[in-house]
């Protein structure tokens, strides 16, 4: 029997999160304003593969590793042809942006910190705390406000359903990334363990609502229209 509980409480922490970050997923926005998003994003997306990456450093656990390195590593990063950071930088092409200024970001403070705290829980702590930080940030947004950020982005600037494959995929990607590190965590994760799991997924959100509502207040600076119920906090 797995510790099916764990997944509930991990459901209800990307429920709060979710609210609180909605701004960077209902945003409207402008070429400038998907500009920063893509360059900080781009940011975020080379770091997660080095925080897999330690958590498969820190997990004895043959099956565990296998996933992290098949769907998170080899597919994510290993294989020109499926890489998220290279979609992401298809996108970033078509709205202007050169290949240099995305590669090259500067990332926003609420960026940096947020990296820190990503790097601190997959490299520091146990592997089940590092992968339940991981795990939950592939469930932010997921499968609804993941849909309208998409259908925003074309329709606000003209994107073809190419042009988004790398938000398209983050729907159907993560279902599988999501659903497999949940499924693992519930198998190897002990109930004495789950206060420390859990405190390390709280964490991990925190530092994604940090991270979403910085890249929200920079596109608002750059003319992205957010929703007034959810404002975005830098
Ligand atoms: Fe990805
Ligand atoms: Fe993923």
Redesign the pocket.
Known sequence: MGNSAIVAELDALVAQCNQEIAALYLAIPTIPAAQVYVQQWGIF?RH?RRCWAWVVGNCPEVEVRRFITKE?LYE?EGQIETS??E??VRLGLRLGLERREIDDATPLPSTNLALHVWECLTKNYPWKEGLAAKAVL?RSGFPDLRRIRQQNWQRALQLSDEDVD?FA??IT??EI?GSGAYELLERYVRPEEMPAVLAAARTSLQAWALFGNGIAAAMQARGAVLPEQAPARS
């Open positions: 997306t997660s998170n994510e998220h950071y979609k992401l592939e790398f995929l983050h990607a993560d990334h």
